[in-house]
């Protein structure tokens, strides 16, 4: 989960808007305390379990918070801090969508590049000095050998989807979720620019026939199918932003949302890259704040449209100036 405080630099770059009138700066407080709350978590889980618990440290404030918390919603394993993964990926999800349309193919492709592989570089240098040093930065386990393969494979989070998998930055597994949203993105953006339903109609199939194949190709593909169950997640926002912008109807986005919702629980069902019994209750618990964040907003309807909103700002303004850095 630490990777989300690593990602939240490059969510929050993704956030920003044009220029607007008299607006720069301009935030939505519930959205901008949401982030901030779930940042909170990643650490105070991060603190909680390897430094803690893992090290059967004596805390007392710790033990009391993980029994009112972790414990019984069967996040003991993973931490409170779980929930704030599925709620940056709706947060992308959400803003990364209009962003993609609003900047075309290449604008957005280099954008995205420099965003991502970046600070991406930057820490797998690090970590590598360390581990060429002999110091044992964190592991998931998989094998760490440092080689120029296994250095370009991480830089460029292919990896991931790599048998057998090499994993130098454990942190850095969600950023590959990310990319795979972006690169589906591109695929689909003269779709999105015209039948936004169809677009999701689309990667709603993509998903469910990544999963549904997972076992019958070769065990790359079935990695493959691991990062693409988390895509539903970063669908929800996507579908979250095309209500509310008005470019499907209401009554469209409910079933889009759900059909999304249960392709997350068919990952979970059919055990992709799930280690606990966590996941579909930090999901439920993310989409719920993520619509109490975006609620306040409701009444700005659109994001390109140009209309103004109740409170005298654009649309634009409403939904995504709270995003500003």
């Not at 803003?95 to 349309?101: G, K, R």
């Not at 993520?290 to 005298?312: H, K, L, Q, Y």
């Amino acid at each position: 989960m630490l990777e989300h405080l690593e990602g939240v630099g490059t969510l929050a770059g993704s956030w920003r808007s044009q220029p607007l009138e008299g607006a720069d700066k301009t935030r939505i407080s519930f959205v901008d305390m949401g982030r901030a709350i779930a940042a909170l978590l990643v650490v105070y889980s991060h603190v909680a379990h390897p430094w803690v618990e893992d090290k059967n440290e004596n805390a007392p404030v710790i033990g009391f918070v993980e029994a009112f918390t972790s414990e019984p919603m069967l996040m003991a394993t993973q931490g409170i801090g779980q929930i704030a993964v599925p709620f940056f990926f709706l947060v992308s999800g959400f803003i990364v969508t209009p962003i993609a349309i609003r900047q075309g193919y290449r604008k957005f492709a280099v954008n995205r590049f420099i965003r991502v592989y970046a600070p991406l570089l930057f820490v797998l240098l690090l970590t590598s000095a360390a581990l060429w040093a002999g110091l044992e930065p964190q592991s998931t386990g998989q094998s760490q050998e440092v080689t120029l393969w296994t250095m370009f494979t991480n830089w460029t989070l292919v990896n991931y989807i790599l048998y057998p998998q090499v994993v130098l930055m454990p942190v850095a597994w969600t950023m590959i979720i990310e990319v795979l949203f972006y690169l589906m993105l591109l695929a689909l953006l003269p779709v999105l620019r015209r039948a936004v339903w169809l677009a999701i109609c689309i990667e709603l199939t993509f998903v469910f026939v990544v999963l549904s194949s997972r076992s019958e190709l070769n065990e790359s593909w079935s990695l493959f199918a691991v990062n693409v169950s988390y895509l539903p997640i970063l669908l929800i926002g996507q579908i979250a932003w095309a209500t509310t912008a008005k470019k499907i109807p209401l009554w469209a986005g409910s079933i889009f949302g759900v059909l999304a919702w249960m392709l997350y629980v068919y990952g979970d069902i059919l055990d992709v890259g799930r280690i606990d019994d966590s996941y579909n209750l930090a999901m439920s618990i993310a989409v719920m704040f993520f619509f109490m964040a975006t609620s306040p907003s409701r009444s700005c309807a659109s994001s390109v449209s140009g209309r103004r909103c109740p409170n005298g700002r654009t649309p634009s303004t409403c939904f995504t100036g709270w995003a500003f850095s």
